[in-house]
């Protein structure tokens, strides 16, 4: 799925993720696992390239619901998810609900990493973006 992916081949990409979750489904009972969060993550990532923005956001939203529930609000890979809806949302000209992910995101990002930290600044990078799709450039 991975080589496939990279190789941008989103169709072949997503059936072996799809795949991948029932097999992770299977092994670890209907209960959440990381590595499930973790693959509907990639899942959303891959349905966006393909261009079917509200399946991405159902994969991602699915994989933020079990992120918070094994690793907690303030986990990083919580934000990490936080971004990529963030980012479709900004894209799909949701401005005010991106803008409230984004800074949920900010906030872990700050507390887990250190304010002056690579991550942080992409966040802020981020939040910028969402400015700018929105023609405000002086605030981005």
Known sequence: ??????MQNWDEAAEIYVEYIGILRRKHGINDHVDTS???QTLGLIEYQRGNSPLALEYLEDSLSMRRRLLGNDHVDVSTTLLNIADI?????NFTAA???LSEALK???SACGRNS???AFVIYNIGLNHSYQSRHEAA
Do not use: D, F, P
């Open 1 to 6: 799925g991975e080589i496939c992916r990279q």
């Open 38 to 40: 973790n693959v509907l």
């Open 89 to 93: 949302l900004s894209r799909r000209r």
């Open 99 to 101: 803008s409230e992910l």
């Open 108 to 110: 872990i990002r700050e």
């Open 118 to 120: 690579r991550e942080v």
